[in-house]
């Protein structure tokens, strides 16, 4: 199912750690460095099957309708094929959604792409789902 992240390539480290940056941002509402890794074709796909578009994801998180208080990932891990990665995980996400505070256990799978090697990597897709125990 996943693979330990010590077990991965180092471009797959590398992705695993970008990943994290961006947890990180958003815990810490850095909108400015989220705008820039955000792809211009960005969708994030909510576990209720709702998309938003990079500017609506933004918008949300920068109104304070859905706020990241913290974090935690439990297991991720990630592949990488030339010019594209993807990142898979689980973790407790601490949100603020609508003004109701939740703890919700999640899966996700962030795609990320670059133009060349020689470029910064952009995440272009994001989804995420309740998991049940």
Known sequence: MYAPSF??????KEMLQLSRQIFNWETHNRFDSLERIFDERFLVVGGSGEAQTKQEYLKRLTDGDFVHHDIEIERDSAVVVN???MVFGQGKFTVTASGKDLILNLSYMEVFTRVNPHRNWNLLAMHAGVLTH
């Open 7 to 12: 077990g991965q390539s180092q471009p797959e």
């Open 83 to 85: 010019n594209t990665a």
